[in-house]
């Protein structure tokens, strides 16, 4: 299965004519993930031909507006198209209590259940985790609470030479452990090696959401070697004064992030609306970390 991540929004707090607020859509070995809600969301979902009934997980970063104000307005819309499955979203304290406040004060009542994880931001952790995926969440630093996201593989299992096993006349029930890298015994006491019987599949891949934070080296360990990460890149080097009051982060401070880390790629977002493109954006972190690139609504990337 696939691991992709869909711009929805590139911009930051000002919507403007080509950048939405911050919104992504991962999809990861079939799990179908939303990091962020800013306004206007639902109809990037439509615009860029994304499924958002199939969403199962939220994210949500921190409670500045452009983070989550389109929240409340994509659970209704789920709601008007019938959604019956449950959803869980996970966030800082408080976000809880503003969609409840929202629904209740708009009569609204939501025909599925929301189940609220509600994230420590001062220490990193686990935010969900199965036999496919793992979300992990850690502290950024910005002027309210706020987390970093990594979305990782789980060790995938390794390809069975069925046919080599039938010829051998390997139990199945042998299968199971032979795929997980394990040695088992056979009847007459002799041990079947796994690398024998399987064959070894690519690694795990990796995904970071760093978005808004200033430039903060400790997630340096938290994101160290993933093969993307998104990390934000309000500003260039003439506003790094800015960059500081706001608690943002320039796209030198972002390529050195990901040089210090040795990620694989660095995709750069959450532009201020001061800029009509990224271009100088581009170039300024590409002469720390080669292989950066700004993104734009609607752009698609798989994790490789």
Request: proline content about 2%; overall charge neutral.
């Amino acid at each position: 299965m696939s691991f992709t991540v869909t711009i929805l929004g590139s911009g930051a707090a000002l919507p403007t004519k080509t950048r939405n607020p911050t919104s992504q859509y991962v999809e990861c070995r079939g799990r179908k993930i939303v990091i962020d809600c800013g306004e206007g969301t639902q109809v990037q979902f439509r615009k860029y031909g994304v499924k958002f009934q199939k969403v199962e997980h939220i994210l949500i970063s921190h409670l500045h507006g452009d983070h989550y104000f389109g929240l409340v307005g994509l659970l209704s819309s789920m709601h008007l198209l019938g959604r019956k499955k449950s959803i869980e979203i996970y966030g800082p304290d408080g976000l809880k209590q503003i969609l409840d406040l929202q629904l209740q004060y708009g009569g609204s009542r939501l025909s599925f259940e929301i189940n609220f994880h509600t994230l420590d931001t001062t220490n990193s952790g686990i935010a969900f985790e199965d036999d496919k995926i793992l979300i992990k969440h850690f502290p950024l630093s910005h002027k309210v609470p706020t987390n970093g996201f990594l979305i990782q593989e789980k060790e995938k299992e390794r390809t069975l030479l069925i046919e080599k096993c039938q010829r051998d006349n390997i139990k199945i029930q042998f299968y199971q452990y032979l795929k997980r890298g394990e040695n088992v015994l056979g009847d007459d006491g002799k041990e079947i090696r796994f690398e024998d019987y399987t064959l070894k599949v690519e690694k795990s891949k990796s995904y970071a959401f760093c978005s808004d934070t200033r430039y903060f080296e400790p997630i340096i360990e938290e994101i160290k070697d993933v093969n993307l990460l998104y990390h934000e890149a309000t500003f260039t080097e003439d506003f790094r004064d800015r960059a500081k009051s706001t608690m943002h982060s320039t796209t030198k401070d972002a390529a050195n992030i990901a040089k210090k880390a040795s990620v694989g790629k660095l995709l750069l977002g959450h532009l201020s609306a001061r800029y009509e493109n990224g271009s100088q954006h581009e170039l300024e972190a590409r002469e720390i970390f080669e292989n950066s690139v700004i993104v734009e609504d609607g752009d698609k990337f798989e994790v490789i």
